[in-house]
């Protein structure tokens, strides 16, 4: 038999699909830690690993046996693909399958942000208000305003789509133009600078990489519409946190909605402070559907490699 580690626990639907195979699971109240995930793969053949674990070129070179590294999230970041590459072991993710839940959230945190949501909450919890009244706690509707989305693949995509459900007026921008999106969801494509000086609300979805590092700095903010938010539901490190920061007291910007942090899973303390930022624990694809579906296609690649076919969805 072969066995398949999982360095996290993960929903009973994985467990099913590899009911055929032994395998062990890590379940520490703390993130696995290097030295353990070493020991723990020594003779495996298999991971299966959640975003959050970090499998590093040493991890990689300490399991000997290891044919398959199956990632439980949409992006890979957290895996060196070039040290995986080079002994011949198979990268995979889980794409696709969070695109919807994603894009619902995204259409929360901008809902949460222009209608005051969050802030409204609290106010209630605590010293409450007086009644109704005409220029009380107003916020902005969504109707009518400018959505900016960097990054226009399947989530921005179906960011649009939910959008126009709300007749807010679609920009984007993109590695390549996405000319059958356009006609869709009748979007305009922009260059970013333009993109982030027009936008009323701007929705990150874009890739982390070199190029996408700190994308939005202390140069970036003072271009926006001061009147305007941003959402960053793609990787923390998009945005430099600091200058979000700098921004926000200079009121070079309205608010913004974090699901992703720099240096996550630690959040900047002022953060937390502000009344015009919205909060949430990466939980972008958080939905029982969706994670569901996550842990059957990670599963269902472990089964296809173990097999001598090929995988699912490969990253390399």
């Known amino acids: 038999m072969a066995q398949i580690y999982i360095s996290g626990e993960i929903p009973e639907a994985g467990y099913h699909r590899l009911s055929d195979y032994s395998y062990d699971v890590y379940k520490g109240e703390q993130l696995i830690s290097e030295a353990e995930l070493i020991e723990q793969i020594k003779e495996a053949t298999a991971l299966l690993c959640p975003l959050s674990t970090k499998v590093s070129a040493r991890v990689i070179e300490n399991a000997p046996h290891l044919k398959i590294i199956a990632n439980y999230g949409a992006g890979f970041d957290n895996i060196d693909v070039q040290s995986a590459t080079e002994r011949g072991i198979v990268v995979t993710n889980t794409p696709k399958v969070s695109t919807d839940a994603t894009a619902e959230l995204a259409l929360g945190l901008m809902l949460s942000l222009m209608r005051r949501i969050p802030e409204g909450d609290q106010l209630c919890r605590t010293t409450g208000f007086n009644g109704w009244a005409p220029l009380f706690f107003l916020g902005n509707e969504l109707k009518g305003k400018t959505l900016g989305i960097i990054g226009f693949g399947k989530i921005g995509q ?20 996405k000319q059958e999106a356009e006609r869709l969801y009748q979007a305009t494509y922009m260059p970013i600078d333009e993109l982030i000086e027009t936008s009323d609300v701007i929705s990150i979805h874009t890739a982390y990489t070199k190029e996408t590092h700190h994308l939005f700095n202390e140069d970036t903010f003072p271009k926006m519409k001061k009147s305007a938010v941003l959402l960053n539901l793609a990787r923390g490190p998009v945005i ?7 921004a926000l007291k200079k009121e070079q910007l309205a608010g913004a909605a974090l699901d992703v942090f720099e240096f996550e899973p630690q959040i ?12 949430t624990p990466h939980i972008g694809n958080a939905t029982v559907e969706t994670r569901n579906e ?20 490969p990253v390399n």
């Open 240 to 246: 430099h946190e600091e200058a979000l920061v700098q």
């Open 294 to 313: 996550m842990a059957t296609l990670a599963a269902a690649n472990i089964k296809n490699v173990l097999a001598g076919e090929k995988a699912l969805t």
């Open 268 to 279: 900047n303390d002022e953060l937390i402070q502000m009344n015009n930022v919205v909060l």
């Open 158 to 177: 179906a960011v649009a789509k939910r959008a126009k459900a709300f007749d807010m007026n679609i920009v984007y921008t993109a590695r390549t133009r």
